[in-house]
T-cell receptor, first 116, second 114 residues
Framework: DTGVSQNPRHKITKRGQNVTFRCDPISEHNRLYWYRQTLGQGPEFLTYFQNEAQLEKSRLLSDRFSAERPKGSFSTLEIQRTEQGDSAMYLC??????????????FGPGTRLTVL | QQPVQSPQAVILREGEDAVINCSSSKALYSVHWYRQKHGEAPVFLMILLKGGEQKGHDKISASFNEKKQQSSLYLTASQLSYSGTYFCGTEGQAGGTSYGKLTFGQGTILTVHP
């Protein structure tokens, strides 16, 4: 399967713990996006990478959240000192991202985080 | 700002048609449509760029009226497999570094019965 993959698929943690999620984009996709989705809502943009450069972060992303994309391949999203309000589905998407054009974003299956 | 989708929910019988609307209060560069089934990733349907082109594949098509900042998704002769939540994702005017940053609507739940 050459789609976007995310690990783990499910994560249950206690409040105050740190968690890290991984996203592997489609091979040769230059752009990588992180979104958060809560029940009954559409995905909300968190941050986005063009290759290894993090170009934009949403105001939703507090300083407890950090994302990296070393070498422009896979990406990790870390949440420190988790809170119950962080419980959500965290979706990753990737796109070809050549030049300054909009293009199709392909989503991964997501990581469902539950903070107890 | 989040685009507004209408209706919030639609119930159809197989073979019936439906229209889902997406409206934005800001100027748009593109509109992206996705379908998401429960517990699964959103699946891409189509992109519409500024220019008002109507696009489609099979029995699903869409239009984009850039003057009204609205897009509509048309599903004809619905099938059971069309059931799911449909989201529009909007992209503001191109510029800066926000290429591809999508703002999604709250979704429209479509249920198709036999």
């Amino acid at each position: 399967d050459t789609g976007v993959s995310q690990n783990p698929r499910h994560k249950i943690t206690k409040r105050g713990q740190n968690v890290t999620f991984r996203c592997d984009p489609i091979s040769e996709h230059n752009r990588l996006y992180w979104y958060r989705q809560t029940l009954g809502q559409g995905p909300e943009f968190l941050t986005y990478f063009q290759n290894e450069a993090q170009l934009e972060k949403s105001r939703l992303l507090s300083d407890r959240f950090s994302a990296e994309r070393p070498k422009g391949s896979f990406s990790t999203l870390e949440i420190q000192r988790t809170e119950q309000g962080d419980s959500a589905m965290y979706l990753c998407a990737s796109s070809l991202g050549w030049g300054k054009n909009t293009d199709t974003q392909y989503f991964g299956p997501g990581t469902r985080l539950t903070v107890l | 700002q989040q685009p507004v989708q209408s209706p919030q929910a639609v119930i159809l019988r197989e073979g019936e048609d439906a229209v889902i609307n997406c409206s934005s209060s800001k100027a748009l560069y593109s509109v992206h449509w996705y379908r998401q089934k429960h517990g699964e990733a959103p699946v891409f349907l189509m992109i519409l760029l500024k220019g008002g082109e109507q696009k489609g594949h099979d029995k699903i098509s869409a239009s984009f009226n850039e003057k009204k900042q609205q897009s509509s998704l048309y599903l004809t002769a619905s099938q059971l497999s069309y059931s799911g939540t449909y989201f529009c994702g909007t992209e503001g005017q191109a510029g800066g570094t926000s290429y591809g940053k999508l703002t999604f609507g709250q979704g429209t739940i479509l249920t198709v019965h036999p």
